[in-house]
């Protein structure tokens, strides 16, 4: 049964559902004191897995073709040859009483999938091409894939709202106490008819983003901030700084970012003189509710790191969580000093294309909601 929740489980994140690691195990747990009836079962998955009432009818969709019964597909076939089922066929269970069909959960088989239309040939090249372009390295695209990109925030920006949505509507509630739902279930027979919620956390952080607007990590950075601007009602508060040698207000207007101070993107990247001028600036919020999202390669031209400022930064803030558009296998090489800031952050995550960088907003949101 195992083997087939894994399946399952796959299936689900396929129609968009993405079950997290907990959800999961949360399932396998249910699943185990509740068992496999079918509707206990269909009870049990959904208490574990479903969170928003708007997704139940895609998880019923996927579970009534997932966990189907075989008694439909065991009609259609020749009935077995005279002598019993186990006739001209030996080994172990021969002879013995086996399980009834109706009762045996699994995958359909693939003869039995309805089959998918194919996508036009212009759709197909087009996603081709976006799916390519979702891969590419930011340090490796020209300057028509770099312009290209807008279309690839909207795709991955829709993604990511529905995500950040999803958590928000989760963290209003509250998330799920599996223990006592099933413990209340198993007065009812095992069936979970009342699903219990842990208390709410509480409201919306503050998000400080401060990225490197160098030539290194300036298409990540641009990225970054046009996937954060849709995003930014989940926020109490948003402030947008860019850098090279010293944080500046930055907005994004028709596309492109706008500076609302004297920038220099032609000066020596120096990450320690941003942080001694972040933690002067008084009109900056950075408290107990903020979350600080740096991105940056992390190369400080062999200039003082001043990590200190940061450990003190991480102090006073409810999380920092890093970036790095680079290679994982050019940190820490020539001239960056990643490892020495990785000390005082409480995620580092790669961002080296457009998808990576999506999917580490994606954890943002686990962080901040």
């Known amino acids: 049964m195992k083997e087939q929740l894994l399946g399952f489980f796959d299936a689900l994140r396929q129609a968009g ?10 399932a396998v747990a249910a699943v185990r004191v509740a068992g496999i009836e079918r509707p206990v079962l269909r009870a049990a998955l959904a208490a574990a897995l479903v969170k928003d009432h708007a997704d139940r009818a895609a998880f019923d969709a996927v579970f009534d073709h997932y966990f189907a019964i075989r008694a439909a597909s065991a ?36 003869r039995e999938e309805p089959p998918r239309p194919a996508p ?4 197909a090249a087009a996603l081709a091409r976006r799916k390519a372009l979702a891969a590419k390295p930011f340090r490796d695209m020209d300057a028509l894939e770099v312009e290209a990109l807008d279309d690839l925030v909207a795709d991955l920006g829709r993604r990511l709202r529905a995500r950040f949505s999803r958590r928000a509507r989760r963290a209003a509630r509250g998330r799920l106490d599996l223990r006592r739902t ?18 709410p956390r509480p409201g919306k952080s503050d998000l400080v983003a401060l990225v490197d607007l160098s030539f290194s990590t300036a298409a990540a950075a641009d990225f970054l901030l046009a996937l954060l601007v849709p995003a930014r009602h989940y926020f109490r ?30 000066a020596r990247s120096d990450f320690g003189a941003v942080l001694r001028h972040l933690g002067e600036r008084w009109d900056v919020t950075l408290d ?23 450990a003190r930064l991480r102090r006073g803030v409810k999380r ?10 050019r940190w820490n090489s020539g001239d960056s000093v990643m490892a020495t ?19 580490a907003l994606g954890e943002l949101a686990k962080l901040a909601l």
């Open 17 to 26: 559902l993405a079950p997290s690691v907990g959800e999961t195990l949360d």
């Open 120 to 123: 036009s040939a212009p759709r």
């Open 75 to 110: 009609a259609k076939r020749p009935p077995p040859p005279e002598g019993g089922a186990g006739a001209g066929r030996q080994g172990p269970g021969a002879g013995r009483g086996t399980q009834p069909e109706a009762g045996r959960l699994g995958p359909p088989r693939a």
């Open 182 to 199: 099933i413990r209340r279930a198993r007065a009812r027979g095992g069936v979970p008819l009342e699903l219990v919620w842990k208390q």
């Open 320 to 329: 920092v969580v890093w970036l790095n558009p680079e290679p994982r296998a």
């Open 237 to 266: 508060r948003v402030t947008l700084l860019a850098y090279v040698d010293r944080p500046c207000p930055v907005s994004l207007e028709g596309g492109h970012v706008v500076p609302h101070e004297r920038l220099d993107l032609n």
């Open 341 to 359: 800031y990785a000390r005082h952050v409480d995620a580092l995550l790669a961002a080296g294309t457009p998808r990576s960088l999506a999917a």
């Open 288 to 310: 107990r509710n903020t979350l600080l999202l740096v991105l940056g390669d992390a190369r400080n031209n062999r200039r003082p790191p001043r990590a200190d400022l940061l």
